[in-house]
C-alpha cells in the first residue's frame, strides 16, 4: 500500500469518528423528537435532560480537533557545541537515512530513543523535530548499535511514516478521549450515587433501623454503554491501523541493516529489552536502594551505576539475551515480537560489518560523568534530590540495611506483642521459647486456613518457615543495632551478610552456618535456645 | 396511542412464551410423570433393611480408617503409642522380624502416629540411638507427614504454602530414608516409603527404576512396594496409563499364587477407567483378571494383612461384572472397614460402599425370589 492511499485511509478512518459522532448525535435527537410529540409532562423533560447530558461528551470530542501538545520530558537538551562528536554522529545517520537531522537532542533517563515531530495543519507541513536519547541506552549499546537504533528511527521519517501518522494519532487519541469522558462520568455519577445510598443509610442508622447494603450495580449505565460503542469502534481503528503500523517497523529495520550493518541492528534489537529489563532492576535494586534511609547514591551514581552493574553482570545478560520476547507487548502494540524481527534481520546476507563501532556508545559523549550527574538533576524529582548522598555504594548498602532492620514489623513481632501485651523485644521472644510456649504462641500468627486447621507436627511444619524468617530478622536487628553487622555489596549477586567471627567456638561453616544452626534449634520442636543466646550480644542475655 | 400498543405488544411476547411453556410442563408432568423419588429410596431402605439382615453394618458403623481389623495385639501398641510408651511398638517390631509384609504395616501404622505427634518416637530414639526399628519408623512418618501437608487435593486446590511445606519436608525425609536403609540393609521397607518420596518429588523413570531394582532384590513379591510403584507409574503421578498397566501385568504374570499382585491390573484399570458406564469393566481381559484374582484370594495366607483390599477390589468389580452373588461372598468378608480401593478415593467412603453393597444385597435377592417363588 503506498503513502498516499495509507493516508487516504487514515482520513476515512478519522471521518468514521465524526460519522459515528454525528449517528449518535441524530440518533439521540430523534428520541427526543419522538417523546416530545408523543408523550407529555415530566417525561418529556426527563428524557431531554437525559439527551442533551449524553450529547455534551459526543460533542466535546468532535471539537477537540487539536492534539494535546507533548511536553518535552524530563532530560537535559544538549546543543551541538556541548556534545560536538553525538551531533555529528546524529547528522551523519539523518542524512544516510536520507531525512532532516533533528533540531533539538534531549537525553533523557529512560532506556529509550525516540524523534518526534509536531506537524503543522494536519500533517501536511513539517514541523520541530526532536531526538530523545536515553542516557542508558547509551550506556547499554556499543557505537555501532546507537547508530542502528537511530537509523530506525529515522527511518520512519524516510517512510513518510510519521507525517501521515498524525492522522492516525489523532484519531486513537480522541476516540480515546471521549471513551474516558464517558467513563468519567459515570464514575461521578456512581460516587454521587454511593454518597446519596450511605447518606440514606446513615439516617436509617440513626432512625434506629438496621443500614442497607449500599449497591451501586447499574447506575452510570447509560454513559457505559456509550463508551462501550466508542471502544468498539477504537479496537476497528487500531486493528485496521496495526498491520501498516507493524510492516512500517519492518521496513525501519530493513533500513537500518542497511545503513548501521546486519549485525549491530539484530544485536541491538537483542539488547534492548535485556537492557529495558537490567534497567528496571538496576532502579529498583541499586538506585532506589537508598531510599527508605532517605539516602541517594554518590552524585553521578544514579545512573552511573548501571555500566558496572552490566558489566558484571555481563554472563547473565547473555543469556536473557538469547530468550527473545515471542509475543508483541500488547495486541494493539504497533511493533512486531523482536523474535520476528531479529530472525528477519539474521535473515539478510552477512554483510562483513561485524566489527565496526565496538566502543561504548557513552563514549561518544564529550564528558560522560557530567552528563549524568547534571541528568540527575534534570530527571529526579527535587524531593528526592534534597536526600543527603552516601559517600559510596557500600556505605548505601549499610545504611539502608541498617534502616530496614531497625523498622522491620515481622508477623512474629506482632504475635509477641499480642501474646504478652508488651513491646515486642527478641529477650521477651527468647523467654516465651524457654518457657515452652513457642507453638502456644505460634497460633497468634497469621495463618492460612491449612495451617490454622492443621495440628501437631504438621502445624509446626507449616508456621516454621515464618517463625524462622522473622526470628532471623529480629536477630539480625539486634546486631544491627550494635554496629556488628556488615553487608557485602556485589554489582553481581545479591547483597550478603557478612557477621562478625564468634572467635574460637564458630563452626567450620563460618558464623552463617552458626547462626542458622542456632535459630534452627531455637525453633525446634523441642525447642532449645541455648545456641541462639550464646551468639547474641551479652546484653542481649542480661535483658 | 399507537406506539403504547405496539410497546405493549413487544412486551406480551416473552410474557405469553413463558406461560406456555409453564403449561406445556405441567402436561407433561400430568400425563408422564418422572420417576418418583420417593419409590428410590424405598427401595434403597428396602435393601438396606436386608442387608442389615444378613449382618451387614450400615454407614455410620462403618470404619473409616482401616481396610480391615487390626490384630488385637497391634491395636493395644498403637493406644500405648498414642499414650506415649513406645517399648510395645518396639517389642511388636522386633516380633515381626523379618516379615516384610507386615513389618511395613506395622511401621505404616506406627508412623501414621508419629506423623500426628512424636515425642514418643523421640523418646524411642533416644534411649536406643541408631535402632534401625525406630530410624524406620521415623522415615516413614516424615514421608506421611509430608503428605499430610500437602493435602489430598489436586495441585490446581493445594497452595504454594503447602507445597512448600511437602517439598521441604520430603527433602528431609530423604536422608532418614537412607539412615533407616543404611541401619538394616536387608530392609525392604525403607525403599516402600522412598517411592512416595519418588511420587513427590517427581524421580524421573531411570532413578525410579534403580530404586525398584533395589527394593525386589530385598523383597520380589511385596505388596506394599507393588501397590506403592504402581501409583508412581499412573498418568495422574510421574507415568501413563500404560506404563501403570505394563507394570502391573508384568508384577501379576511373575508372582506365585497368594501373592495378591494380581490385585494391581486391577488398580492400574481403576486409576485410568473414565467409562461411564461398565462395557470397560467386562471385556474379556478383565473378565480375566478378576477371575485370577479370585484364585490369588483363595490361594492367599488367610491373615495376609492385605487380602481384605484385594477382597473390596474383587466385590466391586464382580458386581460390575454382574456376579453379584460372588461380589456378596467378598462383602461379607470385608464388611466393617471401608478405607480400600475403590472406596476410599470418595469424600464418603461408607455411604458409597454400603451404597454399592446394598445394591448387591438387592439384586442378590431379587434373583432369589423367582427361584423361590
Known amino acids: 500500500m503506498g503513502a498516499t492511499l495509507r493516508a487516504l485511509r487514515a482520513l476515512v478512518l478519522l471521518l468514521g469518528f465524526y460519522l459515528l459522532s454525528l449517528v449518535l448525535l441524530a440518533a439521540l435527537i430523534g428520541l427526543d423528537v419522538l417523546v416530545f410529540s408523543w408523550g407529555h409532562g415530566p417525561l418529556t423533560a426527563k428524557v431531554g435532560f437525559v439527551t442533551v447530558l449524553l450529547a455534551i461528551p459526543v460533542v466535546r470530542g468532535m471539537l477537540m480537533l487539536r492534539t494535546p501538545k507533548g511536553e518535552d520530558g524530563p532530560g537535559i537538551p544538549v546543543a551541538e557545541a556541548d556534545e560536538p562528536r553525538l551531533w555529528a554522529l546524529v547528522r551523519d545517520i539523518a542524512a544516510a537515512a536520507g531525512t532532516r537531522a533533528p533540531d533539538r537532542i534531549v537525553l533523557t533517563g529512560e532506556v529509550n530513543a525516540a524523534v518526534s515531530e509536531n506537524p503543522r495543519l494536519l500533517g501536511l507541513l513539517p514541523g520541530p523535530r526532536r531526538l530523545y536519547l536515553g542516557v542508558p541506552l547509551l550506556t547499554g549499546l556499543t557505537e555501532a548499535q546507537l547508530r542502528s537504533v537511530l537509523v530506525h528511527e529515522f527511518g520512519h521519517f524516510t517512510g513518510g511514516d510519521t507525517r501521515l501518522s498524525a492522522l492516525v494519532v489523532r484519531g486513537r487519541v480522541q476516540i480515546g478521549r471521549v471513551i474516558g469522558q464517558f467513563h468519567e462520568k459515570a464514575d461521578d455519577k456512581v460516587a454521587a450515587d454511593r454518597a446519596r ?69 539484530a544485536s541491538a534489537l537483542r539488547e534492548i529489552p535485556v537492557l529495558s529489563a537490567s534497567h528496571d532492576f538496576y532502579l529498583e535494586s541499586y538506585a532506589t536502594l537508598g531510599l527508605q534511609a532517605r539516602l541517594l547514591p554518590p552524585r553521578g551514581e544514579f545512573f552511573g551505576g548501571f555500566g558496572r552493574l552490566l558489566t558484571a553482570r555481563e554472563l547473565e545478560l547473555a543469556d536473557l539475551r538469547s530468550q527473545l520476547p515471542e509475543e508483541p507487548a500488547g495486541p494493539y502494540d504497533s511493533h512486531p515480537p523482536i523474535a520476528e524481527r531479529v530472525r528477519r534481520i539474521e535473515a539478510l546476507p552477512a554483510d562483513g560489518r561485524t566489527d565496526e563501532a565496538r566502543g561504548a556508545a557513552l563514549a561518544l559523549l564529550s564528558e560522560p560523568a557530567r552528563t ?108 544491627s543495632s550494635r554496629s556488628l553487622l556488615h553487608w557485602e555489596f556485589s554489582w553481581s549477586r545479591p547483597a550478603s551478610l557478612r557477621l562478625p567471627g564468634w572467635g574460637s567456638e564458630t563452626g567450620e561453616g563460618g558464623p552463617e552456618a552458626e547462626l542458622e544452626a542456632a535459630l534452627e534449634a531455637a525453633l525446634a520442636d523441642h525447642p532449645d535456645t541455648t545456641r541462639l543466646r550464646a551468639l547474641l550480644p551479652p546484653a542481649t542475655q542480661n535483658a | 396511542m399507537t406506539v403504547l400498543f405496539w410497546i405493549l405488544g413487544v412486551l406480551a411476547v416473552p410474557t405469553l412464551l413463558f406461560v406456555l411453556w409453564l403449561a406445556w410442563v405441567f402436561l407433561k408432568e400430568l400425563f408422564n410423570p418422572s420417576p418418583d423419588e420417593d419409590a428410590e429410596a424405598a427401595e434403597a431402605a428396602q435393601a438396606a433393611q436386608a442387608a442389615e439382615k444378613l449382618g451387614l453394618l450400615p454407614a455410620e458403623r462403618q470404619n473409616t480408617d482401616l481396610a480391615a481389623p487390626l490384630p488385637a495385639e497391634w491395636a493395644g501398641v498403637l493406644a500405648a503409642v498414642r499414650g506415649g510408651d513406645w517399648l510395645p511398638a518396639a517389642d511388636l517390631l522386633a516380633s515381626i522380624g523379618r516379615d516384610w509384609e507386615r513389618r511395613s504395616w506395622a511401621a505404616y501404622l506406627l508412623a501414621e502416629c508419629a506423623a500426628e505427634e512424636d515425642a514418643w518416637l523421640l523418646a524411642w530414639e533416644a534411649v536406643r540411638r541408631d535402632d534401625p526399628d525406630a530410624a524406620v519408623v521415623r522415615a516413614r512418618s516424615t514421608v506421611i507427614l509430608a503428605w499430610k501437608l500437602r493435602g489430598g487435593q489436586r495441585a490446581q486446590y493445594t497452595t504454594g504454602e503447602q507445597f512448600d511445606a511437602f517439598h521441604r ?119 480375566a483378571r478378576v477371575e485370577a484374582a479370585l484364585a490369588d484370594a483363595a490361594a492367599a495366607d488367610p491373615s495376609h494383612p492385605r487380602l481384605p483390599e484385594l477382597r473390596h477390589l474383587l466385590a466391586f468389580y464382580l458386581h460390575l461384572q454382574d456376579r453379584n452373588e460372588a461380589a456378596l461372598e467378598q462383602f461379607k468378608l470385608v464388611d466393617g472397614y471401608v478405607h480400600a480401593l475403590p472406596w476410599r478415593y470418595r469424600n464418603d467412603k461408607a455411604g458409597y460402599y454400603c451404597r454399592v453393597r446394598n445394591t448387591v444385597v438387592g439384586e442378590v435377592a431379587a434373583q432369589a425370589a423367582p427361584a423361590a417363588a
Request: hydrophobic letters at 45%; aromatic letters at 8%.
Open chain 1, 197 to 265: 445510598q450511605e447518606r440514606k443509610s446513615a439516617e436509617r442508622v440513626a432512625r434506629g433501623k438496621k443500614a442497607k447494603q449500599v449497591d451501586t450495580t447499574g447506575v452510570g449505565a447509560t454513559y457505559r454503554t456509550m463508551a462501550r460503542i466508542y471502544t468498539a469502534y477504537g479496537k476497528f481503528y487500531l486493528r485496521a491501523s496495526l498491520s501498516t503500523a507493524r510492516g512500517q517497523e519492518f521496513a525501519a529495520d530493513l533500513t537500518a541493516a542497511r545503513i548501521a550493518g546486519r549485525d549491530a541492528t
Open chain 1, 372 to 479: 549524568l550527574a547534571a541528568l540527575e538533576d534534570a530527571a529526579l524529582a527535587d524531593e528526592l534530590l534534597r536526600y543527603p548522598r552516601a559517600a559510596g555504594w557500600e556505605e548505601l548498602l549499610d545504611a539502608s540495611m541498617a534502616a530496614g532492620l531497625t523498622t522491620a514489623q515481622t508477623p512474629l513481632h506482632r504475635a509477641l506483642a499480642g501474646y504478652t501485651g508488651q513491646p515486642a523485644t527478641l529477650p521477651a521472644l527468647l523467654d516465651v521459647i524457654d518457657d515452652g510456649r513457642l507453638w502456644r504462641l505460634a497460633e497468634k500468627l497469621p495463618l492460612s486456613e491449612e495451617a490454622a486447621a492443621a495440628k501437631g507436627r504438621a502445624f509446626r511444619e507449616f508456621v516454621r518457615p515464618v517463625l524462622r524468617r522473622s526470628l532471623r530478622t529480629m536477630v539480625l536487628a539486634e546486631f
Open chain 2, 169 to 287: 519436608t520430603l527433602a528431609g525425609a530423604r536422608e532418614e530414608v537412607a539412615r533407616a536403609a543404611a541401619l538394616n540393609p536387608d530392609d525392604p521397607t525403607p525403599y516402600v516409603a522412598e517411592i512416595w518420596v519418588a511420587l513427590g518429588l517427581g524421580y524421573p523413570n531411570a532413578r525410579m527404576d534403580t530404586l525398584w531394582e533395589e527394593l525386589t532384590a530385598r523383597a520380589p513379591h511385596h505388596y506394599e512396594a507393588h501397590f506403592s510403584a504402581l501409583q508412581y507409574w499412573c498418568a495422574k503421578w510421574r507415568g501413563s496409563a500404560r506404563q501403570a498397566m505394563e507394570f502391573a501385568e508384568r508384577a501379576a504374570a511373575g508372582a506365585p499364587l497368594g501373592s495378591l499382585l494380581t490385585a494391581l491390573p486391577l488398580i492400574a484399570h481403576f486409576e485410568h477407567d473414565d467409562s461411564e458406564d461398565t462395557a470397560a469393566d467386562n471385556t474379556p481381559q478383565m473378565l
